[in-house]
Structures are given as C-alpha cells and as structure tokens.
C-alpha cells in the first residue's frame, strides 16, 4: 500500500526463483498504461538522446502524455540484478524531476527505453530492468509505463506486440556530431557569468555517458 493505493504485489519481493526479475506474464500483470503515439515517443526520446547499446533512457510523461523529463546513462556491464538497477534509476529520476509521492493518486508515467544488441524478444536482463522500472515508479509516486526496447531490427514495447525499424540500436551513429568549432569565440566564452565554466552541466552527471532533457 503506498499512497493509500494498492499496487498489486510487493514491489521488494523477488520472483518465484528467488531473482529480482519479472517475466512476460508477470510483467503483463503489471497493467502499464499504453502509450498514445509509440513512434513518435520513441524517435522523440531517440533524437534528445542518441542511445547506444548498453545505455538506458528514463523518462516521465505527464498526465496528457508529454514528456515532462528524461535522463541516459550507462550502467556498470557487470550489473545484472534488478535492485541494482532499480537503484539506478531512482538515482536518475530524483535529480531531472521531483517525486510524487504525496498525491492520492499518481498521474505521472515512467517509461523506460533500453538500447541493446541481440534479439528483439524478452530476455532475462530485459526482466531485471522490468522489475526495477516497476520499482522504482512505485517509490517515485510514478505509474509504472511501458518497457522499451532498441536492438539492431528496431524498437519494440514489450508485452504490447508494437514495433518499428526505426529508430534502432545503431542509429545513434546518424545523429550529429558535436565538435570544438561550434563553440562560441573567446569573447562571448569570457562574457558568461563568473563561476560557471563554459559547458558546466548545471546537474552533476552520475555516469560521463548520462544526459539528462527536459521540458
């Protein structure tokens, strides 16, 4: 019971074979709302992000569906439990957006887009980050949302039987290339305001390959 609200299970008990995982069935049993417009949410989340494999996007929609704030990064190859990841992403969500947990009731969404080689189909890492996206809405005052998935035949929302070729895993390399010739002259760099230096990221960035976006 969290904000007088029955989830459903307990959000910190494992599954039946002692790991913290969820599988299609269980995770069809979640009820994650459906999204309005997959494709366009996909591509939007793609272009603010350009995921690579191995990388992770969470995002937050508001109650009319737009993304209110999103946040990449790259977590450690070794980890491969779902309260590790759980722990992630509750770290990611507490520094782009502030928590729910003082509504009666939640009206916003978590979503979660994880980029990755291999098979388009459910595999067992897909069921840890399941389990920790489930997680950590909950313990954000979130709705638990769609589970995405980037692979090198396009995105698929699991569970939901809908997909595209496009964006996929390796369409990060189409994105622009950000170099030093687009910085601004020297002039404007020493016009900024004294005690922020020219490409400080205003939030501290748990991963070098985390980005964070929002509105």
């Known amino acids: 019971m969290i904000n007088g609200i029955d989830r459903g299970r ?38 603010r992000h350009l995921p690579q494999p191995g990388s992770v996007v969470i995002s937050v929609l508001d109650a009319l569906h737009h993304v209110a704030a999103s946040a990449s990064f790259t977590p450690r190859p070794h980890v491969s439990d779902g309260w590790q990841h759980r722990n992630a992403l509750l770290a990611q969500l507490r520094q782009v957006i502030p928590h729910d947990l003082r509504r009666a ?71 622009p290339v950000h170099t030093v010739t687009e910085l601004p002259p020297r002039s404007a760099r020493e016009e900024r305001t004294p005690g922020r230096s020219w490409g400080q990221p205003e939030a501290p960035a748990v991963e070098p390959a985390r980005r964070t976006a929002a509105r």
């Open 105 to 175: 009731a939640p009206t916003r969404t978590a979503v979660l887009l994880r980029c990755r080689e291999g098979v388009a189909g459910w595999t067992e890492q897909d069921g840890a980050w399941m389990w920790a996206l489930r997680d950590a809405a909950a313990l954000h005052g979130l709705r638990c949302g769609s589970y995405i998935t980037l692979t090198p035949t396009g995105w698929q929302t699991l569970g939901e039987g809908r997909g595209g070729r496009s964006p996929h895993s390796g369409s990060w390399a189409d994105g």
């Open 10 to 47: 307990n959000p910190f008990t494992r599954s039946a074979d002692g790991r913290r995982s969820l599988d299609p069935e269980s995770w069809a049993a979640v009820g994650a709302p459906l999204l309005r417009d997959p494709r366009e949410f996909v591509t939007e989340l793609h272009q």
